[in-house]
Antibody, heavy 119, light 108 residues
Framework: EVQLVESGGGLVQPGRSLRLSCTASGFTFGDYAMSWVRQAPGKGLEWVGF??????????EYAASVKGRFTISRDDSKSIAYLQMNSLKTEDTAVYYC??????????WGKGTTVTVSS | EIVMTQSPATLSVSPGERATLSCRAS??????LAWYQQKPGQAPRLLIY???TRATGIPARFSGSGSGTEFTLTISSLQSEDFAVYYCQQYNNWPPVTFGQGTKVEIK
């Protein structure tokens, strides 16, 4: 079964950092680009960024709202994608979803992990 | 950045009736458009990609149409499990990938 499982969410103070992980199973992780999408409480979906597969350079793209603060990386040997979030703001509070890109629509979604930025 | 606008914001439909949801792009996205369904407390699920191709396991009552700037998602006969929020997403011009604000389909 194709599956994505996010972890690492929690409560963090403004200005601090947090790293989310997305563990994939059921498919050849290294063959796919991976993306992060977030959803603030009661709001719609917002694309955060994505990382291409190594075959396409493993390069990354980010939304303007997180560029320079968030970094996406991947470890194909472990089938894990990461979202490193620095200088967190209260407006980063959201459920963060990991998705597989096909490209560039999102055909597999994890259940999400909740990040709350508050003092 | 391409802005995606969905209408209506809320659609009230009786079970068994047809639902028609609209999505408009601020500039042409060709057929590079996807639709997702999200039920309360759940992650979104891919319904349609390429504007009209159903994803694996999606029932035939869901259909997508359109190209360029105007797109439609039609649910031919609403079932109880179809009451949810639906999002469109363009992937023609990126970054950024952009979503519409969603249409909530509720029971009339």
């Amino acid at each position: 079964e194709v599956q994505l499982v996010e972890s690492g969410g929690g409560l963090v103070q403004p200005g601090r950092s947090l790293r989310l992980s997305c563990t994939a199973s059921g498919f050849t992780f290294g063959d796919y680009a991976m993306s992060w999408v977030r959803q603030a409480p009661g709001k719609g979906l917002e694309w955060v960024g994505f990382i291409r597969s190594k075959a396409y350079g493993g390069t990354t793209e980010y939304a303007a709202s997180v560029k320079g603060r968030f970094t996406i990386s991947r470890d194909d040997s472990k089938s894990i994608a990461y979202l490193q979030m620095n200088s967190l703001k209260t407006e980063d509070t959201a459920v963060y979803y990991c998705t597989r890109l096909r490209p560039y629509y999102m055909d597999v979604w994890g259940k999400g992990t909740t990040v709350t930025v508050s003092s | 950045e391409i802005v995606m606008t969905q209408s209506p914001a809320t659609l009230s439909v009786s079970p068994g009736e047809r639902a028609t949801l609209s999505c408009r792009a601020s500039q042409s996205v060709s057929s590079n458009l996807a639709w997702y369904q999200q039920k309360p407390g759940q992650a979104p699920r891919l319904l349609i990609y390429g504007a009209s191709t159903r994803a694996t396991g999606i029932p035939a009552r869901f259909s997508g149409s359109g190209s360029g700037t105007e797109f439609t998602l039609t649910i031919s006969s609403l079932q109880s499990e179809d009451f949810a929020v639906y999002y469109c997403q363009q992937y023609n011009n990126w970054p950024p990938v952009t979503f519409g604000q969603g249409t909530k389909v509720e029971i009339k």
